[in-house]
């Protein structure tokens, strides 16, 4: 299956997306990697660069004609890209709808057009919006709340029309607060865990926002790439046309968040355990529970998520101690 087995990845450069292009590479398919390289860096995919079965291309998905060049003759596509981040959105919304709206829809047009076999692309738990109901289930969702769910929203219901309209196999993955590797501790909307895990091994107190009763699926960067892997060569119809939760099917308060990853990284510096935790306001557009079923994809994926929360930190915070 793997050679001569052409993939598309977009958001190449990013977090999730770097991580797929080493697997796929590794796994010996053709792997072209597209990236704009806004928020996605070079040095995360710069030692697959020599590699004959990887080619970079820096562009964007709001430029159609990129899209289609890069989509002919592409056997699958695995669309990362986007502009992530609840706040960004509500500080910019159009840019995020440009992005992450637009540039989906030039994916989905330049893959119908070229016939790809399937579309496999970043969905968001962030569609459940204010629903209480846990755990989350794919078919009862709220209504969503700030613009980055509003994008990611869209993107499900553009993708069904294609199915439906065009005939193009899709399949989205909700992905549950995703960690790990090469993920980006800068900036001013990086992720919780990176954040955290920077300011720790720099004796800086964290800060949580809220009283850290709020809670989250953490889901490892291994668990995404196997959920990816699974959804691109899944042939089971009712696989088709659909969105599965990707997570680990728990949930971790950020209190403890921080206490663990203050054991994972006092392996390497016991003083961590002392740095004090401070609180800030809420956020806004913040959900307050996230917890995912992930009974649809182990059904009808054969999804197995191998890494809980804990196994995830310390190879997280292995790599961190290392690398930064």
Known sequence: MTKNTKILITGAAGFIGSNLCEYFVEKEYDVI?????????????SHLQNKDNFRFVEGDIRDIETCRSLV???DFVLHQAALGSVPRSIKDPITSNDVNVGGFLNMLVACKEAGVKKMVYAASSSTYGDSIALPKVEDVIGKPLSPYAITK?????YADVFYKTYGLNTIGLRYFNVFGRKQD?????????????KQLMSKQSPTINGD?????????IDNVIQANEKAMLATHPDAINTVFNVAFGDRTDLNLLVDLLKQSLSKYDSEILNVKTVYGPLRAGDVPHSL?????????????PKFDLKAGLDEAVEWYWANL
């Not at 929203?153 to 219901?157: A, D, F, G, P, T």
């Not at 995912?292 to 197995?304: P, R």
């Open 72 to 74: 002919d003759g592409t």
């Open 212 to 220: 850290g009763t709020y809670s989250r699926d953490f889901t490892y």
């Open 153 to 157: 929203y869209v993107n499900e219901l």
């Open 185 to 197: 501790p800068n900036g001013a909307y990086a992720a919780v865990i990176p954040l955290f895990t």
């Open 33 to 45: 990697a597209l990236d704009n390289l806004s928020t996605g860096h070079l040095i995360n995919i």
């Open 292 to 304: 995912a079923s992930i009974d649809k994809a182990k059904s009808l994926l054969n999804y197995n």
